[in-house]
T-cell receptor
Framework: GAVVSQHPSWVICKSGTSVKIECRSL??????MFWYRQFPKQSLMLMAT?????????EQGVEKDKFLINHASLTLSTLTVTSAHPEDSSFYIC????????????FGPGTRLLVL | GEDVEQSLFLSVREGDSSVINCTYT??????LYWYKQEPGAGLQLLTY?????DMKQDQRLTVLLNKKDKHLSLRIADTQTGDSAIYFC???????????FGSGTRLSIRP
């Protein structure tokens, strides 16, 4: 099946620093990727839709200047958490829609961010 | 607006069937999904059903859809310890659009 990877799987950083998370579709091209966050014992909430070659579409309440999304190629989208604070600590999961396949999205394994 | 609801916990005896229920509000939902998440892991798509279907069966999994009541259920036959996880019900209006997730049902298996 289709594989989506995320890097890093774990990251611990100091408050005020920026963290970049990568989402890659390993064996297919993805014009659209989605970024979700999941707080402990809660559901996934969509943060933004990442479109290759254009600006991301953010959900209401998500700060676009804080969560920078870049989708520079058909296999890579990045999420940068700028000036991270402890309340940004969460599990970030990406998904990728396989181009041309009428099915669903393939999810990455997630990145756990802890901001101290 | 879009909303997906499911109960938070379910406990079943090993070998019994598990039934996880879900309700959704968006009548334009076309795709309805069940995802599994094991501790500390990402999401695994278990199965999905189109809104024009009533039932879908895949080995031990049976999905039932009552579109009139906007009710979706997942039945796991012969539940095993490896089925312990959180199960998320989700919906989207197309394969390209965002997925709205329920809160997840934590399934625990007792001997």
């Amino acid at each position: 099946g289709a594989v989506v990877s995320q890097h890093p799987s774990w990251v611990i950083c100091k408050s005020g620093t920026s963290v970049k998370i990568e989402c890659r579709s390993l064996d297919f091209q993805a014009t659209t990727m989605f970024w979700y966050r999941q707080f402990p014992k809660q559901s996934l909430m969509l943060m933004a839709t990442s479109n290759e070659g254009s600006k991301a579409t953010y959900e209401q309440g998500v700060e676009k200047d804080k969560f920078l999304i870049n989708h520079a190629s058909l296999t890579l989208s990045t999420l940068t958490v700028t000036s991270a604070h402890p309340e940004d600590s969460s599990f970030y999961i990406c998904s990728a829609r396989r181009q041309g396949i009428q099915e669903t999205q393939y999810f990455g394994p997630g990145t756990r961010l802890l901001v101290l | 607006g879009e909303d997906v609801e499911q109960s938070l916990f379910l406990s079943v005896r090993e070998g019994d069937s598990s039934v996880i229920n879900c309700t959704y509000t968006d009548s334009s939902s076309t795709y309805l999904y069940w995802y599994k998440q094991e501790p500390g892991a990402g999401l695994q798509l278990l199965t999905y059903i189109f809104s024009n279907m009533d039932m879908k069966q895949d080995q031990r999994l049976t999905v039932l859809l009552n579109k009139k009541d906007k009710h979706l259920s997942l039945r796991i036959a012969d539940t095993q310890t490896g089925d312990s996880a959180i199960y998320f019900c989700a919906e989207s209006i197309s394969s390209a659009s965002k997925i709205i997730f329920g809160s997840g049902t934590r399934l625990s298996i007792r001997p």
